[in-house]
């Protein structure tokens, strides 16, 4: 079974791992580590689903860090809560991108593993 695949994944969400939450790198990390020749196509669809998103969801934050200026001298609890909801925000609008137009790119990502996992 080749795991070039997983591999390449893997190595990517730990290479940014210091930058964001490693809650969510590390359930990633774990989903795609749990794949075999034995998981089911909707297994599959939905650990390169997740990473897709998770992909995305970088890209607006790194959109927006570039585009805003930080507030040097606002409340921190205010920033705080802006940060979490702009995270938050940022993550559904993420979501929704992969579901409206990230069809393809998944069912490409999805023939690429099913090919490197043997599966029928």
Request: overall charge negative; cysteine-free.
């Amino acid at each position: 079974m080749d795991l070039s695949s997983i591999s390449s994944m893997t190595s990517m969400l730990n290479s940014t791992k210091s930058t964001v939450g490693s809650n969510q790198v590390d359930s990633l990390t774990q989903a795609a580590k749990n794949l075999s020749s034995e998981s089911s196509e909707e297994e599959l669809k939905g650990v390169l689903k997740d990473f897709e998103s998770y992909f995305v969801e970088q890209v607006l934050k790194e959109m927006k860090d570039t585009f805003t200026e930080q507030e040097e001298d606002s409340d921190p609890a205010v920033s705080q809560y802006k940060d979490l909801y702009m995270d938050s925000a940022i993550e559904q609008v993420a979501d929704e991108i992969v579901d409206q137009v990230g069809e393809t790119y998944t069912q490409q990502l999805y023939e690429q593993m099913k090919r490197n996992y043997n599966m029928e």
